[in-house]
């Protein structure tokens, strides 16, 4: 999995909205790429690893909504 977003990132996309809008759909490629992951590798009977997956979906859900609203 790629590094996470530095702090230079972070600021720059307090600041430029069209920034912004790349680095949620990055994050959002990010977590959706961990997901399924976690998917293929986990054990979705075992409560840990899907109380993990519900929570990644729940974050998914909210950056494209994020990502929806520009």
Request: charged share 35%.
């Amino acid at each position: 999995m790629p590094d996470l977003n530095t702090e230079e990132e972070i600021t720059r996309a307090r600041t430029d909205p069209g920034f912004r809008q790349e680095l949620l759909a990055r994050n959002l490629e990010r977590l959706l790429a961990a997901l399924n992951l976690a998917r293929r590798n986990g054990d979705e009977r075992d409560p840990e690893c899907a109380r993990q997956i519900r929570e990644g979906v729940d974050l998914a859900v909210k950056l494209a909504g994020r990502l929806q609203r520009g």
